[in-house]
C-alpha cells in the first residue's frame, strides 16, 4: 500500500520511565509523573504541556514555562543528555541544557528527582567540552 498523505503527527513510543529516575531511552507522556524516593517531590508532565516539580502542599518548586504548548512526549536524549519536550510530528519544544555551538554534552546520566525537591543529571555522565 502507497501513502498518498500524512498527518505529521506522530510520537515517537519509548518506554515511561518509573519511580525517581529516568534513564536515555525512556520518556514520560502526559500525565505521567515521577516521585522522589521520600514521595515528598513529584515531576509531572502534565496534559497542557508544562512540566512541573511539586514539593509538599502541591507547591510549585519548579516548571519548564511551556504551558500551552502542543503536548507530546517528555524525554532524555541518549545522544546528548539533554532533556528534550516534543510536540505532534516531533516537533522540539523545549530543551535544556541550553544548546548552540559552545554548548557542553552530558552522555550518560540519568534524570533523578531528589528527596530535597531538585531535578537532577546525574550518574557516570561524561561532560563533553563545548564544540568550537
Known amino acids: 500500500m502507497s501513502v498518498a498523505w500524512n498527518s505529521g503527527s506522530a510520537i515517537v513510543q519509548l518506554p515511561v520511565a518509573q519511580g525517581s529516575e529516568m534513564k536515555p531511552g525512556q520518556a514520560l507522556y502526559p500525565g505521567d509523573t515521577l516521585v522522589s524516593p521520600n514521595g515528598k517531590y513529584t515531576l509531572a508532565f502534565q496534559g497542557d504541556g508544562n512540566l512541573v516539580?511539586?514539593?509538599?502542599?502541591?507547591s510549585v518548586?519548579?516548571?519548564?514555562?511551556?504551558?500551552?504548548?502542543?503536548?507530546?512526549?517528555?524525554?532524555?536524549?541518549?545522544?546528548?543528555?539533554?532533556l528534550k519536550i516534543y510536540g505532534p510530528g516531533m516537533q522540539l519544544v523545549w530543551e535544556?541544557?541550553?544548546?548552540?555551538?559552545?554548548?557542553?554534552s552530558i552522555v550518560g546520566a540519568d534524570l533523578i528527582v531528589q528527596d530535597d525537591g531538585n531535578l537532577v543529571l546525574a550518574g557516570e555522565a561524561a561532560v563533553n567540552p563545548p564544540r568550537q
Not at 53 to 58: E, I, K, L
Not at 62 to 79: H, I, K, M, Q
Open 61 to 82: 518548586v519548579w516548571a519548564s514555562g511551556t504551558t500551552g504548548r502542543p503536548v507530546g512526549v517528555f524525554l532524555l536524549d541518549g545522544d546528548t543528555g539533554r
Open 53 to 58: 516539580v511539586y514539593g509538599p502542599a502541591s
Open 96 to 104: 535544556k541544557p541550553a544548546t548552540g555551538p559552545n554548548a557542553p
